[in-house]
């Protein structure tokens, strides 16, 4: 459920910190920020398009954040916050909510069974949960909260203000931004897949470069992001990035790129600025996808992408039999397309120009 | 190998165990539960369908768990333990052992290296890892078992009876019912992600959601389960899920429901009751997948599932060449259709219903 | 960026170490091996085929590993280093600068953080980084480092020189063998995915078997990696496994197979010798991949591979508008084929042999 503030705040108070103007009443108290379906009285809301009008039409909530366009759809009674971009003021509302309902925090503080190497270097103000260690030549910027059994390799350096949660590793020598956000359980740095084979089996490749993160990046939980082989795999500034991807080494990801959960980025490709990467994607290696192109879910990037577009392939779904029947016709389809030329040809069509 | 048991136990008392009558040797002496291919004259095994029936002919075991209707591919020589469910009868069985099989268990301790926050709540007979982090405010049930590295947030709650291996992640705020399992490495309640586009780049929003998790619930490895952004992300009694999971935000999954390995599940999707999702599924955020619906695996589900079923979507496997030829093909087919379509207009034929 | 080496070594020194023979200026010193984009005159760099031959014409680096047939396509003044197999000789050379590259190892030690059981065998020379922990009648080989954090369960057993890199979870029982890289948060033994149905939910099928990995195996960033029900899961010699890779119990892979990053293998799965399995692959339960396929990037294998080759199955990326096109006649798929069928029987066409 919800969490309810401590101290509600009145509406005039939402409206003030996301630059709003009210229609209706001001000083009515909220207490929580809720989503239309569960909002009751003491909760605000938001409408960010009119596919969730009806929703809010019979919402239960105080108070609904909307655009002037949509302000009809506000539920009767309640209070109107009316905002040019209603998302982002949730988003801006959120955080300050955040901030009201964690609990007091304690100074910052290296806990006594965390290990810190006398050669790391420390900023103002890190903490350091239970059982962290940090190696030698790590640098931590002022700010830093590094989570309860997060292992930071020799060299390593966190930039100002990062959170990184519990049992994140960092390797040696890889750099981490400002403000970045890590989630628990994600591995930056490790090596990259390199082997050569020879007669004796594989010879391992020795990952000699590094990780580069830039600034306002954030890792989601149990990600892989391998260092490079020679030169550094980078990410950009403001890159966001969900659960369970992997980051192959040499892969560059420009900025402000957005990539969904359980993608898989094999090496040295290389993926542009802006670009919105959905969920179980595979990129193939040594390819590019250029700035602000748009992956659908769970397709195979197996070639290059030049111009930005949306771009998808994936299986539709079909009921088990149909799939059967279809899969088994797939094979056939390079056949079928030879025997619908030949029925052409026999009926004099003109060639088809494929 | 199969571990043997410190002491054997007689066919009898392995009948007795699983509510089966014995047909042969009851005093034969049984030190391993093994499969039909590596069992010896010390082992009992089962025979749990018809197309193993080759296998239990041939097998070695010295006692057969089977039912009445294939008690005669018994191999020669071995006891027949009946039972109407001998599958049901092995997973019963496979628990028995294990207790056998397990050394004497210390008695439940709290290591002097683990951090427990004076203000967490901790039963009776708790058990907690070396190197784990209780935080304040988090109350663990009686007798669980907290394993080496795990790190529990504030205010987050785990039912009685659980185990969470080494290295699981629970944040602050999430709660597990009673009798969980949670393998390593497996993050609970990290952030959903989500974000609000401007012109400076993502605004985060704070996902001030948690985790709700019913009681008989088991967590493969290395998993991510994200908090709500308002309302909680839920998973119902008894579901199993397997490793590297990704479950999104504001998700929320049925009892019972079982969910393979690799699957992802995007924000908001609601998986209904008793549904079986295979491995590598995708499932897009926002849609709802029936009670009952089975999804095969490599699947992807765009879209909802209404109708309980069995639902596939996967290129099926070729030989490299024949798939270059069959790719090619493919992306020519709505134009194939529409040639098809012209010999028909030409031949005459009725237009397809399509 | 790539450090340089804190002295810089020769170009014969380098060709002695790969077995080469110099052609240019031998005593020319060398501190950096680099990409061909990014040597300069102090770094050496590789041409390991022709399609990169441009880039090394370009190339400022100092010195060139090439074979002899390629040896034009170095750049004007720099040292040639002629070896067969370029690409080997640099994985060789990439292993010695890093010995030169990393800061002299302090003596190996177990950390004072560590928890390391009385009844643990510890092998010499062994180092157990912060916050790791080593159960009862766990045996750990000469000259292992065991990161931080990591935790090995009861009686499992590390070969020789093995590197756990942080946050491993090694379950109880478990064998590695000599040599073996584990990367950071990757899980060995976790319970397989085993419950039987029952009318009040599943049942759980205790894993009794367990894992046996070979020597020379290196395994990625939070892979998972399943312990048998009955017979334990097979890793052979010299297998590498990328990143956030599944294994589900009783898998067999076997040895100097090579398996991408992303991939699921689902329960009781048998892959040979030698195979390549591509990133983001899934593979069926139960089926068979014979030695030496290979399988592209993204296919599910759904079925046993029986001929060596190179097997994919994967949709092709297209625009998402024509993606929608070809989704949508795909499914007619089955019924085109009739429609076609009907044509060829009215012009008196052969019946196909389909």
């Given at each position: 459920m919800h969490r309810a503030l401590p101290v509600p705040v009145t509406v005039e108070a939402i409206a003030e910190r996301i630059g709003a103007t009210v229609h209706g009443d001001g000083r009515r108290r909220i207490a929580r920020l809720a989503s239309l379906e569960s909002a009751d009285a003491n909760a605000v809301s938001f409408l960010s398009?009119?596919?969730?009008a009806r929703s809010a039409r019979e919402s239960r909530a105080g108070a609904l954040i909307v655009s002037a366009a949509l302000?009809?759809?506000?539920?009767?009674?309640a209070a109107r916050i009316l905002v040019a971009d209603p998302y982002a003021a949730y988003a801006l509302l959120s955080q300050w909510f955040e901030s009201l309902l964690v609990?007091?925090?304690?100074?910052?503080a290296i806990d006594p069974s965390a290990r810190v190497d006398v050669a790391a270097r420390l900023g103002a103000g890190v903490d350091v949960g239970p059982g962290a260690s940090i190696a030698a030549g790590a640098r931590i910027g002022d700010g830093c909260r590094i989570g309860a059994g997060c292992a930071i390799g020799e060299g390593a350096s966190i930039g100002p203000d990062s959170i990184l949660h519990p049992n994140v590793v960092v390797y040696g020598g890889v750099t981490l931004g400002a403000r970045a956000v890590v989630h628990a359980g994600t591995v930056i740095?490790?090596?990259?897949?390199g082997f050569a084979p020879s007669r004796d089996g594989f010879v391992k490749i020795a990952q000699l470069g590094s990780v580069r993160i830039g600034d306002d990046v954030e890792i989601g939980a149990n990600c892989a992001i391998d260092r490079g082989a020679l030169d550094d795999t980078e990410i950009g500034d403001g890159v966001k990035i969900d659960n369970l991807v992997q980051v192959g080494h040499n892969v560059r990801i420009g900025a402000h790129t957005v990539i969904a959960g359980c993608v898989g980025i094999a090496g040295s490709a290389t993926i542009g600025a802006r670009c919105m990467i959905g969920g179980g994607v595979g990129v193939s290696g040594h390819i590019e996808i250029c700035d602000g192109a748009i992956i659908g879910g769970?397709?195979?990037?197996e070639r290059s992408v030049d111009e930005p577009g949306f771009y998808t392939g994936a299986w539709p779904l079909q009921s088990h039999v149909q799939w059967e029947r279809t899969a088994a016709t797939l094979k056939q389809l390079p056949r079928l397309r030879q025997r619908l030329r030949g029925l052409e040809a026999r009926a004099g069509e003109p060639k088809d120009s494929e």
């Open positions: 398009g009119r596919r969730h302000q009809e759809d506000a539920p009767a009674g609990p007091v925090r304690r100074a910052a740095g490790a090596d990259g897949f769970f397709s195979l990037v």
